[in-house]
């Protein structure tokens, strides 16, 4: 009969669409089927009728595809009635029947379903006085698969945040939705279930000093959700979460001591004790509240700090205490100088709200660390300010989320330390951008070397907190054509085939991921062939023309200068004596008999009572006195001006081209000129050359 009307609706062309005809039409078979003979007598209770079976196909690792089922037998009944349980499926219209041996659950092996196709489930349980059969379960069997359950791979105390990995990459199906339920330790009922989560859950507010049990369970796209993964217990373990930010590593004198405060963020009563101690013996002890935000200590959100140098300390411990209790008393792992062990790669995934880092470690370092501890710090900031921190304590972990709020286009040095007893070293670091923009200028362009056809340039690199992103290369422009790039790390280049004599334009611009920035210009121009700038040329020519005219007027006009007779050493002579004679009233012995030159006005009249070349004596008579030389000069160069000449002391002559000065004494004495010592014939010479004389008008 079955084949008849299928036969029938097959081929007989009826407007009902084909799928929709073969469900009518199982459905009704499964109706007629399961319904019980109306003429049955019941002498006794009847079996509880099963609920409708719920059927997946569970993760193996061996990739076993057969179907569990199960359902809900209902109450317990007489247990002198013996009640069997089948379980019966169809597909199209071949049903086929199990019994079970259990009464709240069975299989349907992979051989006796098709996959792919919709699939009719239900159950049917039986005594000696009749039989119940459940509601149809109805789904395609290519998806009840079951994704493995979520693994809680990491979860912190601080601020009670859990984190897991849900199987659908084992399945090869893309992810989906997962939920979380939590419950206080020691409670038995879970709270209300939290959906519509991805990868991380953080319970907020909840009660100081609490530990808290977790559990996940995920689904993948088109499966059901998986089991729920086993129970997680996270609280706090007693101790504060105690970290420190420097300004230089290599600087602990500006240093801000940090700790987390315990959830929820304000807790009624709350203090924190922080104890330093020093090397030479003495012990600082700080009360910090968390209702002061601002100087030296304060609170602010999740955090608290200390500002202290940590030069000269050896010990730092920070405590909580509320009306709940206290914390056991938290070392700080004092930072130390230097890289210990190779240095990591350090991987970032930064958006507004979070940040994944992940690092690659190998185990025999691992193994020395008691723990890592992953940072963030906004660039430019001052310790205790834009920063975060979270602790790992299992060494083969190698990445962590950091929640946050992070800034976009601004720069966040991302920092991995590692523990070590009670100091932390660094292990390396980079830079992570929430979004990246185009840079600004360089600060500066500096010209080291130019010549006819290159030239030798210089950049400053934009400071770290001004970026926008990472720098990835420079570019340099020439005019408006690039002509080289320079990777990040440099900031010098040299621009070659340049013509001679010419300027130009030159521009460096940055690059990050974004884009290009604007271009920092400067101008340059290129010397000549013979290596001399043009600029070298307009500063001499002016100078060659200047002294060109300079040497005209002195070979055209004629422009001697007079040579000054003070510059006589006879009269330099003269003059020391004079000082040695007056100093201190009259001189002790005579003063040296030596002559001195006056400046005597001739009128022009008179010039023609000195004749040719004839020397005329006039006898002065009486020795003149020594008389200072200061008085004298003035008067000798105010008588100079006026154009006449005198000759003070034992004679005085007058020669038309040349004058000859002649001690009277030596003339008494009959001595001769050429009787005069070397000395005496070189000032002899200087003043024949450089004595004025007379000349005709």
Known sequence: MAGSLWSFIHFTGYSLPFVMARAWLISHLLMLRITPSNGLVHTGPLPHTPSTPRCSIPYSINEDLTIQCSWDPGPDQDPGLLTSYSIHWAADLDTKTYSVSERSSGVIPRDDYPSHRTLWVWVVAKNQYGSAQSDNATFRTDLIRVPPAPIITEFTSDYLEITWGSGCSLLKLSEGDCDVRYRSEGQKKWSEVVNNLQTRFELLRPLPFTKYEFQVRCGCKDTILS??????????????????????????????????????????????????????????????????????????????????????????????????????????????????????????????????????????????????????????????????????????????????????????????????????????????????????????????????????????????????????????????????????????????????????????????????????????????????????????????????????CKVLVGCDKVPDPKNSQLFQQMTKSQVSCSFNGAPSEPCPKISQLEVVQIEPQDIKAFPGKTNNLMETGNEEECIGTGTEEEKNNADMERGWIQIKGKGTFYEEAYSTMIDTDEEKIGGDMASLSEEETFFQDYEKHFMPTAVDV
Not at 395 to 422: A, C, D, K, R
């Open 227 to 552: 089991e729920w993964s086993s129970v997680q217990r996270v609280g706090p373990s007693g101790q504060m979460d105690v970290w420190c930010d420097c300004e230089s590593l290599s600087d602990l004198s500006k240093c801000a001591l940090m700790w987390k405060l315990p959830p929820p963020p304000v807790v009624h009563g709350l203090r924190y004790v922080v104890t330093v101690s020093y090397t030479n013996g003495t012990v600082e002890i700080v009360n910090v509240s968390t209702t002061v935000d601002g100087g030296r200590s304060g609170c602010k959100g999740k955090q608290c700090h200390l500002r202290s140098s940590l030069l000269g300390v050896s010990g730092v411990h920070v405590s909580a205490q509320t009306s709940h209790g206290a914390t056991e008393p938290t070392s700080l792992a004092l930072p130390t100088l230097g890289v210990q062990g190779q240095e990591p790669h350090i991987i970032c995934n930064m958006d507004e709200v979070s940040l994944l880092v992940s690092w690659n470690l190998s185990s025999q370092f691992t193994n020395k660390l008691l723990g890592l501890v992953v940072q963030y710090k906004q660039a430019g900031l001052p310790p205790s300010q834009g920063i975060g921190w979270r602790k790992v304590h299992n060494n083969s972990q190698t990445s962590i989320p950091l929640p946050g709020s992070f800034e976009n286009y601004t720069s966040y040095i991302v920092s991995l330390f590692g523990v070590l007893g009670n100091s932390s070293v660094f292990l390396s670091s980079t830079t992570a951008y929430a979004r990246e923009g185009a840079p600004p200028q360089v600060p500066f362009i500096k010209i080291h070397d130019i010549t006819d056809s290159q030239v030798t340039l210089s950049w400053g690199h934009i400071p770290l907190s001004q970026t926008r992103g990472v720098i990835l290369q420079y570019l340099l422009e020439v005019g408006n054509q690039t002509v080289g790039n320079v990777s990040a790390e440099k900031n010098s280049y040299v621009i070659s085939a340049l013509s001679p004599g010419r300027s130009y334009k030159v521009g460096i611009r940055a690059v990050t991921k974004a884009g290009s920035g604007q271009a920092k210009i400067i101008h340059i121009t290129t010397k000549d062939k013979q290596g001399y700038d043009i600029t070298m040329y307009i500063l001499i020519i002016p100078v060659i023309i200047l002294l060109l005219m300079g040497f005209a």
